[in-house]
């Protein structure tokens, strides 16, 4: 059967379609709330263009605000489109960065870049740093770096800073000496990237004729360079002029920090007078409760904005928790008490079902504690990024020196790693050497190193030396292995192999860390572990295909050279397979959802944080600030935690923290005006289980598989205090060994201690009655006949206030589980 355009629309509601059908000769933003499916509009928006507008994938540029986010769209498009034989591949798709990558590499002449520009990470532009300013401390660099790249965020170079009247001086020379370095060296940092991005779109405009529609997702995390690039992409063809559809909501904007700006929506607003607004309000996520709290907590911003009234889908009701606790580790240990009383029920959740979501990661520390102690399993996401592991940074920036000659900053960084004799002094005569070089004859790291050992360079100790000639040795000999191999991907194997062979590089990082942290590391701490995972990496990379001849370069980038530009761009985690709690900061946890989400903290300077409430003590470094204040993003960032929500949203404070506990501290100002909250999710009540259940979907269940199993193998019943199993009984005849148990009860009742364990249970005399399985106990254990009801879908029963067990002791059929 010939597939049908309109079959890629059905499930759309009447909003959603509006997004995906509007006239792309017309600028469109879709402002989308959260959970309300923006994803599927934008992808269902590119199949539009493409299917029903005619427009090539090719001509098409899609921008993401992470790789992950740009590999996800690509698969869901190859999904929607491969009935329809669309490449897929050759949609521009990526982050603002990679797309301004792949542009810069083939126009490089247009911007006064030369061909083999590199690009410095964060680790090189923090060796920049120190080797431009060694008179300024670490704080004082990473303070300065800071303002440089909120000034490239805006657009402002150098000179331009030096124009404003109330700059610093300091700065200024900081800045120029920073950039003058990079420009000497071939190098762009992340923000180059855009600026010159940028540049060759306005003053290059004939190379990009061939844009005819640009889509952004994550619109509100643009920065004003970002917007410009936008605008200028958008403006590029003659005749498909401001054809852009942005999509994202200005209530989720929390990266100030980089700069970005949730004003860019009133900008394109200003910019395009014909503009189409869209707004997506049927949320498919979170449940009402969750919805209203999340639209209250909007009302603490002070800056403009429209309100939203979003919609949800799901009917049940479940209430709110905010939980007032003493100190930080009371509420710890309250969160750890919740989840453990979650996983507790039947078949309902998994741990992967939660989160637990921090303003500022240092908060983790109590939490992971208490998680310790209950023996719950997480995930902490982005406590240190993959591709920052020493071993990987270390491999990494082998294979740097080994693409590249005048990559002098990766050798730096390698030359005594592992210890070759090259010190401090040492390295800084190589350097010092190298930078009085390459400026005059292009004398790469290898012809310097060459010039020491032969004698005609700088001189060196012999041990020194030494180490120099094995260190050029491993160089050229992983250049072989790759100029000599069949193919680019064998030949890059080879090199990483031998790095790994001849340095010891795993070995090396184990002694360290273990040195550090004064312990055997675990299983999941193995520097080995990660350079499989970084070889994995390289195995599964495939190169983009320039798909345009103009965008076709005269000299193709090697594998490797690919490979090294990529990782800029990848996601910071390595993918969990386990089913674990997620801890996460709000930053880290946005895009994505769960059904059960703790949010803690929310005590006046953690949440906001006091940092929201400091003014500026560096005034003299003058830097531009957009409208919003930092009060509205620490609202944003409340929003943006209680929307990742599905089912259970659990707020709670303290009053103050254990290691200060004189002073006390008011709950977070953001609390106010929420409306009803419930102090606790008392998960032992029945209605509230009920409501759960229904909420996941799942079959509600009182007892667990394995309760179940010996219970129908002794005749016996349980004892459910509001939904939870508070004690097994047997009746007096039950039997004395039982076979073709399961889980924890095989171990426990079956054999010799089985029989001991069976013995133990409390014997009651007991008579079933009637279809509803009714028990009642006989005088027999001085307990009157008690009817035990059954719950719903349950053939267990629900408790008496209490029974009397054959030793005559009482025993609650209310309170906390009693498992026996």
């Known amino acids: 059967m010939k597939p049908n355009l309109l079959d890629l629309f059905i499930g759309l509601n009447e909003a959603q379609l509006t997004a995906v059908t509007a006239d792309p000769s017309r600028p469109i933003q879709i402002v989308a709330g959260p959970g309300t499916g923006k994803t599927r509009v934008l992808t269902s928006r590119v199949a539009f263009l493409i299917l029903e507008k005619k427009i090539p994938p090719s001509k098409i540029i899609v921008t993401t605000f992470t790789k992950k986010a740009a590999n996800e769209m690509v698969e869901r498009l190859t999904a929607m489109l491969s009935p329809f034989e669309v490449p897929v591949s050759e949609l521009f798709i990526g982050t603002f960065h990679s797309i301004c990558i792949r542009l810069l590499r083939r126009y490089h002449g247009k911007c006064g870049l030369r061909p083999d520009f590199g690009v410095a990470d964060e680790t090189d532009t923090k060796s920049v740093m120190k080797h ?33 009247p109330r700059h610093s001086a300091e700065i200024a020379s900081v800045y120029t000496m920073y950039d003058s370095y990079l420009e000497s060296h071939g190098l762009l940092d992340f923000d180059d990237i855009l600026l010159y991005g940028l540049r060759l779109a306005r003053d290059n405009g004939k190379c990009l004729d061939f844009v005819r529609h640009v889509l952004v997702d994550e619109f509100q995390d643009t920065n004003k360079v970002q917007l410009d690039l936008l605008f200028a992409l958008g403006d590029r063809s003659t005749k498909f002029q401001h054809n852009v559809t942005v999509v994202g909501d200005p209530d989720q904007s929390i990266y100030g920090f980089r700069s970005a700006d949730p004003a860019s929506f009133r900008s394109m607003a200003k910019r395009y007078e014909n503009l189409h607004q869209v707004n997506l309000n049927t949320n498919y996520r979170s449940t009402a409760s969750i919805l209203n709290v999340s639209e209250a907590i909007m009302g603490h911003q002070t800056a403009k904005r429209t309100s939203k009234s979003l919609r949800s889908i799901c009917s049940v009701k479940i209430p709110v928790v905010h939980s007032k606790h003493r100190t930080n580790n009371d509420e710890a240990r309250w969160i750890s008490d919740q989840i453990s009383m979650l996983k507790a029920m039947p078949h309902l959740f998994e741990y992967s079902d939660v989160a637990i979501l921090l303003r500022s990661r240092f908060l983790s520390r109590v939490v992971e504690q208490e998680l310790m102690k209950k023996k719950i399993p997480y995930h902490l996401v982005q406590g240190q990024a993959f591709w920052d592991l020493k071993v990987v940074r270390s491999m990494l920036d082998y294979l740097r020196v080994v693409s590249s000659d005048l990559d002098v900053l990766a050798f730096s960084r390698t030359i005594n790693f592992p210890a070759r004799k090259v010190g401090a002094v040492s390295l800084e005569k190589l350097l010092s050497q190298f930078q009085s070089s390459v400026g005059f004859n292009n004398v790469g790291v290898s012809d310097m190193l060459i010039g020491v050992i032969e004698g005609t360079g700088i001189k060196l100790g012999s041990g020194v030396v030494s180490g120099l000639k094995e260190y050029l040795s491993l160089i ?48 999941d701490e193995l520097p080995e572990n990660d350079l499989e995972e970084l070889r994995n990496q390289i195995r599964e990379f495939e190169p983009a295909e320039e798909i345009l001849e103009d965008l076709k370069t005269e000299t193709e980038q090697s594998f490797l050279d690919s490979f090294l530009e990529s990782i800029h761009f990848y996601s910071a985690e390595k993918e969990e ?42 005034e003299e470094f003058t830097v531009p600030k957009g409208d919003e204040n930092a ?18 949203l659990m707020l709670s404070s303290f009053e103050r923290r254990a290691i200060d506990s004189e002073t006390s501290l008011e709950v977070s100002p953001l609390l106010k005006g929420l409306g ?54 047997a ?43 009714e028990v009642s106990i006989s005088s027999a254990t001085g307990h009157s ?24 002791k009482k025993r609650l059929g209310m309170g906390r589980p009693r498992m026996m």
């Open 132 to 164: 431009t300013c060694p008179d300024l401390g670490e704080k004082e660099r990473a303070k300065a770096r800071g303002y440089i790249s909120k000034l490239k965020a805006q657009g402002i170079t150098p000179d331009a800073y030096r124009a404003i």
């Open 476 to 523: 050229q000999q992983c250049r072989e292995d790759i100029s000599v191999a069949e193919n680019p991907l064998d030949g890059v194997l080879a090199a990483f192999d031998r790095i790994a062979r001849t340095t010891d590089l795993a070995n090396c990082v184990r002694e360290e860390k273990s040195k550090r942290s004064k312990r055997e590391l675990r299983d």
């Open 577 to 618: 397979a386990q089913t674990k709690v997620t801890i996460s900061t709000i930053h880290a946890a946005k895009g994505l959802e769960w059904p059960i989400v703790f949010v803690p903290g929310l005590t006046m300077g953690v949440f906001p944080n006091y940092n929201a409430f400091k003014a500026d003590e560096d």
């Open 631 to 648: 009060i509205d993003e620490e609202v944003r960032c409340f929003y943006v935690a209680a929307t990742r929500s599905q089912r259970l």
């Open 676 to 729: 009803k909250m419930e102090p606790k999710l008392d998960t032992l009540d029945l209605g509230i289980r009920k409501l759960l259940y229904e909420a996941m979907t799942k079959k509600f269940q009182s007892v667990s598989d394995e309760e179940r199993q010996l219970l129908e193998a002794i005749g016996g019943a349980a004892i459910v205090g509001s939904g939870i199993t508070t004690a097994l009984y």
């Open 731 to 773: 009746p007096m005849n039950a039997p004395r060994e039982v076979s073709g148990l399961s889980g924890r009860f095989k171990r426990k009742f079956e054999g010799q201690e089985g029989q001991r364990n069976l013995n133990r249970l409390p014997h009651i005399n007991m008579e079933r009655r009637g279809a509803n399985s």
């Open 785 to 808: 006949n008690s009817p035990l009801q059954p719950l719903v879908n349950s053939p267990k029963f629900a408790p008496p206030r209490g029974v009397t067990s054959g030793t005559g």
